[in-house]
């Protein structure tokens, strides 16, 4: 996906837009978005500042609401469009970005093993040969103890070629090689980036090969495991990139958008 490290407070104004998002920044660089109207034939106001939007998307008592409160007691309301969840608490609706969520968990999991060399890999029923070139079979024998670290386990199986007998934890297992080559090519060109072998960056790659895809049907069960590991993590409000992992939409400005209220 595309990269968008700095995240804008202020929406784009543009004719037939009819809503825009507004953000809070809290600690630890927490985002959460919140759909708010726009009134036709009137031009936006200034974006507000941090603790302005702050004391708008949240009420006193809960401004400084901590994933594992953010998902207490809700109801989930269901999938739209095989990609985005619905979660209904209280009087607000949640709408949750099904990859952009996972890939953070997918990151934060990974950056945690590598960084504590606890092994991030589960091991195939059937290992997976995978034809390289010289270069990139030379490369992979070179660093196999980083391909380790990241849940790659596998050895020498002929003239460039590899056998992979383990790979990170992932939902997906149906394009090993696709993953895998994906991987290695973005390694090569990084490694030598990196004075510590590995950067970020190739994290935040691994994590979205390794994600939960958009356009994939997930039953109550699958969303109820993906938002308890979003209450585990840190900052769930993101992905590693910083594009929206959540919107949150609030009853009254629900109501606005019907015109049951002004």
Known sequence: ????????????????????????????????????????????????????????????????????????????????????????????????DQHAAHERIKYEELKKAYENNVPFSQTLLEPVPIELTAAEYQFALDKIQHFEKLGFVYESFGTNSIIVRSVPLTENTASIREMFNDVLDFIMQDYNNSKNGLSDEALYRIACKLAVKANKKLDNLEINALLEKMSRIENPYTCPHGRPAILKLEKHELEKLFKRIV
């Not at 920044?25 to 939007?53: A, L, R, W």
């Open 1 to 96: 996906h595309e990269s968008n490290r700095e995240i804008k407070h202020e929406a784009k104004f543009e004719p037939g837009n009819e809503s825009k998002f507004e953000s809070w920044q809290g600690n630890c660089g927490k985002d959460i978005y919140s759909v708010t109207q726009n009134i036709p034939g009137q031009v936006p106001q200034k974006s507000p500042s941090c603790d302005e939007t702050k004391d708008k998307v949240f009420e006193k008592e809960d401004k400084y609401l901590t994933p594992d409160v953010l998902f207490k007691d809700y109801k989930i309301i269901g999938q739209a469009f095989s990609t985005y969840i619905f979660i209904e608490q209280g009087n607000e609706l949640y709408l949750i």
